[in-house]
């Protein structure tokens, strides 16, 4: 797994140092030029440029077997597809490579966003589209909020089976 | 996809070893 952001190195092993990901490689891309430009996964707009919330499965002839680009920074693919395109192609499981940030001293930047704020802030988003879905009779307004609410369910219960609760 | 090119070599690496990979963006560490 490899998760890219414009962050710089340094930030980017900040942020190992703190969240649980032993087997996801930080890919540092900085101004989007590297990456994110060439899969289109760039915004210019944002925040001076950064990426555009997205998960893309690349099988190993090099295809794209499923991608997703999010609406906006709440809009996430879940876990049952993209497991669902990772079954499909029926690979063999391999050990998991090790993790990391490409290179850089963690910045000592703590974060705005630390591990123990996330199972509040998807209850707090949970509870939000439940309340919010509830208040339209609209069928597209509620079945977007039915999505925000099955994304935040999964998030928690992946966080949760992460920390033995 | 980017072709071979040691910028890419996260994703090259682990297609050789026979796997697929996911990759993911997000929006910085603010």
């Known amino acids: 797994m490899i998760a890219v952001s414009t962050d710089d190195e340094a930030r980017q092993a900040g942020m190992f140092a703190r969240w649980p990901t032993p087997h996801v490689r930080y890919v540092a891309d900085p101004g989007g030029d590297t990456y994110l430009g060439s899969l289109g996964l760039f915004d210019p707009e944002e925040r001076g440029g950064i990426a555009r919330p997205a998960l893309i499965v690349v099988a190993p002839d090099g295809s794209v077997a499923y991608r997703y680009v999010g609406r906006d920074f709440a809009d996430r693919t879940t876990d049952a597809e993209m497991f669902g395109a990772l079954e499909a192609l029926g690979l063999d499981a391999i050990e998991p490579p090790a993790g990391g940030p490409a290179g850089g001293e963690a910045d000592g930047h703590r974060g705005a966003f630390r591990p123990e704020h996330l199972p509040v802030y998807f209850r707090g988003n949970r509870m939000a589209a439940v309340a919010i879905g509830g208040r339209s009779e609209d069928r597209g307004f509620r079945a977007i909020a039915r999505e925000h609410r099955l994304m935040c369910e999964a998030t928690i219960a992946a966080w949760d089976r992460l920390n033995g609760a | ?30």
């Open chain 2, 1 to 30: 996809m980017p072709n071979d090119d040691a910028l890419y070599e996260p994703i090259l690496g682990l297609r050789r070893g026979g796997g697929a990979v996911v990759l993911l963006t997000y929006r910085g560490d603010w």
